[in-house]
């Protein structure tokens, strides 16, 4: 696997009449991110991950700091889970002086609302790296349903030739989703948090009887105020 930083490097290592695979990460690996690669390598003849903790989907207040970073550990799960090439630019790579252009999709839910500005990092981060990498495939979790959506939609307002594949999300032997911050958790908040899974079983089963799956939903979450609870398709 090489690791490289920069576009024009990357660029002269992509040979375009092959079929590229493109995972875009923040790092800090864990198995939802080796089931990407595995489903990239399964299915492209090269597989590109880029790893950049990207400073413009975070909002004021977040955890832009303190994110976990990992750089060597996420080298060695990517090359073990057969990586061709580690795409890992600095900030300024990607957002050089003057920057000034941004990725705007409209509807972006609650999620939206509860985090101004995200979605318009994420649109124009991932659109920067299509552009670079100009991959066949792009990998996503499922976990990220929002992201998801949004990221399909500006594929097809923008006409952009690529197919876009989402994962189911991997969950740990509890039923909390894996995520990188889940690294911030507490035993008891990781407890705590076991309510997240047991609401949303809770708002499919109301929804297979008939009756509202968000209240049910809300009525599972055991003390946890999340920012929305949003029935969507
Ligand atoms: O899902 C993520 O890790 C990020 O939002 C992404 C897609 C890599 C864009 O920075």
């Known amino acids: ?53 990207n400073p413009t ?11 976990p970073r990992s750089e060597e550990g996420d080298a ?44 318009r990092g994420v649109a124009t981060i991932c659109l920067k790296l299509f552009n670079i990498v100009r991959p ?15 990221l399909r939609r500006m594929i097809r307002d923008l006409d952009l030739e690529l197919e876009l594949r989402v994962l189911p999300t991997v969950r740990d032997a509890d039923g909390l989703a894996l995520s990188s911050r889940n690294a911030y958790l507490s035993q008891e908040e990781h407890d705590r948090a076991l309510a997240l899974p047991r609401a949303l079983e809770a708002g499919r089963s109301a929804h297979l009887r008939g009756s509202d799956p968000v209240e049910a939903a809300k009525a599972a979450l055991n003390g946890l105020e999340p920012d929305y609870v949003e029935l969507v398709d």
């Open 136 to 150: 066949d495939l792009a990998y996503f979790g499922q976990k990220d349903a929002r992201q998801a959506a949004v």
């Open 76 to 119: 060695r799960l990517a090359e073990e889970a057969g990586v061709d090439v580690l795409f890992a630019p600095t900030v300024a790579e990607l957002y050089p002086d003057g920057f000034g252009t941004w990725v705007d999709v409209e509807e972006t839910g609650a999620e939206g609302a509860a985090r101004p500005e995200h979605f």
């Open 1 to 53: 696997m090489k690791t490289v930083r920069a576009i024009r490097e990357l660029r002269a290592e992509l040979d375009p009449s092959r079929r590229v695979g493109l995972v875009p990460t923040m790092g800090a690996f864990h198995a939802g991110h080796l089931s990407l690669f595995r489903a990239a390598r399964a299915e492209c003849d090269v597989v590109v991950v880029s790893l950049f903790v």
């Open 57 to 67: 989907q975070f909002g004021a207040g977040e955890d832009l700091d303190r994110y």
